[in-house]
C-alpha cells in the first residue's frame, strides 16, 4: 500500500519564474492539504482540497493555486516565485471529514535563486 | 488569526531522563494532534485528542488536552536516542474545520 508520494523531491527555480508541485494520496484518501514549511519552522497550511474544490484557505497569496483531479491526487502551483518561497511543500492526505489524522508525503525542497 | 506557541523551542536531555513539551493556543480548539518529525524527514502523526481534559498514552508516550481546549502536553518518559526530533501539535480551531495550524515545534536532543 503506497503512501503519499510527491514530485519532484527537490527544485531550483529562478525569481518570476512558475512551478508545479504533485502529489498522489495514500490509496483511499480522498483530501489533500498542502503545507509550505520553511527551516526551523512548523508546517504553514496553504489550502486543502475536497471533491476536486479547494475547501479552506490559509494566508497565501492568490501566486499560490492548486488543482485535485477526479484520482484525487493534486497540483501546487507558484506563480511569479520571490525568494521567500524558497521552503520545504508538503502534501498531506486524508479520509474525508478533516477530523481524521493526515498522512504527510516527503516533500519538495524548493529553492529560488 | 489564530496562534499555536509551544515551549520549549528546544532541549536537550541525556537518555533516561524525562521530557515534556507544552502547546497553547489563542483560541480554543475542536481537536489537537501531535506530529515527530526526524531531522530532513517529513511529519509523522503521532495521536489526536478530542474530548476536554483527554489523556492518552502510547507505552513511552502521554498527551494531555487540557479542560478548555486551548492547551495541550505531551511526555516522554526514560527517553531514548529513538525520541530525537521536533515535536508538533497542532490545533484545528472551532471556527475553520479545514485548517490544521501547527505548533512551532519543540526540537528534542537526546545523548547517551
Known amino acids: 500500500d503506497a503512501g503519499v508520494t510527491q514530485s519532484p523531491t527537490h527544485l531550483i527555480k529562478t525569481r518570476g519564474q512558475q512551478v508545479t508541485l504533485r502529489c498522489s494520496p495514500k490509496?483511499?484518501?480522498?483530501?489533500v492539504s498542502w503545507y509550505q514549511q520553511a527551516l526551523g519552522q512548523g508546517p504553514q497550511f496553504i489550502f486543502q482540497y475536497y471533491e476536486e474544490e479547494e475547501r479552506q484557505r490559509g494566508n497565501f497569496p492568490d501566486r499560490f493555486s492548486g488543482h485535485q483531479f477526479p484520482n484525487y491526487s493534486s497540483e501546487l502551483n507558484v506563480n511569479a516565485l520571490l525568494l521567500g518561497d524558497s521552503a520545504l511543500y508538503l502534501c498531506a492526505s486524508s479520509l474525508g471529514t478533516p477530523r481524521y489524522e493526515q498522512y504527510f508525503g516527503p516533500g519538495t525542497r524548493l529553492t529560488v535563486t | 488569526g489564530q496562534q499555536v506557541m509551544q515551549i520549549p523551542q528546544y532541549q536537550h536531555v541525556q537518555e533516561g531522563e524525562d521530557f515534556t513539551t507544552y502547546c497553547n493556543s489563542s483560541t480554543t480548539l475542536s481537536n489537537i494532534q501531535w506530529y515527530k518529525q526526524r531531522p530532513g524527514g517529513h511529519p509523522v502523526f503521532l495521536i489526536q485528542?478530542?474530548?476536554?481534559?483527554e489523556v492518552k498514552k502510547q507505552k513511552r508516550l502521554t498527551f494531555q488536552f487540557g479542560e478548555a481546549k486551548k492547551n495541550s502536553s505531551l511526555h516522554i518518559t526514560a527517553t531514548q536516542t529513538t525520541d530525537v526530533g521536533t515535536y508538533f501539535c497542532a490545533g484545528r480551531d472551532t471556527g475553520t474545520a479545514s485548517k490544521l495550524t501547527f505548533g512551532t515545534g519543540t526540537r528534542l536532543q537526546v545523548t547517551l
Open positions: 490509496s483511499g484518501h480522498d483530501t
Open positions: 485528542l478530542v474530548k476536554s481534559g
